[in-house]
């Protein structure tokens, strides 16, 4: 799976001489919380909604409303924007994106095909394929299971599944307690929760949770 696929598009891009007050309406109006920055069809910034609201003056300030106004109307997204951009291509596997976003903690990046904006990947996008890899909206049997670090054990649990009629939904694993194991999620269907209980206790791992969800 690639950027492209699972970015945000078209993507909602802002000028730089656009005053914070109209960009931050932009933002409510589409419900977003970041903006490529474009100047001449070039990427030039990235704004978020937490630049514009810090730069506008406190609730509890003095100032009356005209006075807002007019102070809101000379700040510019030029004057609050990263100009330091963090991007990625459309054509890099997600998980390398989430490892960029994750190592930067950042909420999003533009999307470039040929040094060109085509979309954004965010947050948002990540935790949608976190959804999908995990089965959250289907409804099975759901178990963790710690297991040896060994050849041939996930292909085992695969096999035993498989075998009594099981569909598997959702399959992953993680890093488990120490370097000798792994802690791997199943979720299955076709196979109600005691027998896939039944059935992973044969492979010798240690349950550690098994649920119906």
Not at 63 to 85: F, G, P
Not at 88 to 112: H, Q, S, W
Not at 130 to 141: F, N, S, T, W
């Amino acid at each position: 799976m690639f950027v492209g696929e699972r970015m945000s598009k078209p993507v909602i891009t802002v000028s730089p001489d656009l005053p914070i007050n109209e960009a931050l309406t932009m933002m409510k109006q589409d419900h977003i919380r970041r903006m490529p920055v474009i100047q001449d069809g070039k990427l030039v910034g990235i704004v978020s909604d937490k630049d514009l609201l810090n730069a506008s003056p406190s609730p509890a300030t003095s100032l009356s409303v005209w006075e807002l106004n007019y102070l809101l109307s000379k700040i510019t997204v030029k004057d609050v924007m990263t100009k330091k951009v963090i991007t990625i291509d459309v054509k890099t596997p997600i998980e390398e994106a989430a490892r960029i976003m994750a190592d930067n903690k950042i909420g999003g990046m533009p999307v470039l095909r040929d040094s060109k904006v085509v979309g954004i990947i965010t947050e948002t996008d990540l935790f949608k394929i976190l959804l999908e890899l995990m089965g959250a909206r289907k409804k099975g049997v759901r178990a963790t299971i710690l297991i040896e670090e060994k050849p041939g054990q996930l292909a085992k649990i695969s096999q035993l599944i498989a075998e009594n009629g099981g569909n598997f939904i959702a399959f992953g694993q993680f890093m488990g307690e120490d370097p000798s194991t792994r802690t791997v999620m199943i979720k299955v269907e076709g196979l109600d929760e005691a027998k896939v209980k039944q059935l992973l206790k044969t492979t010798g791992g240690n349950i550690v949770d098994i649920r119906t969800c």
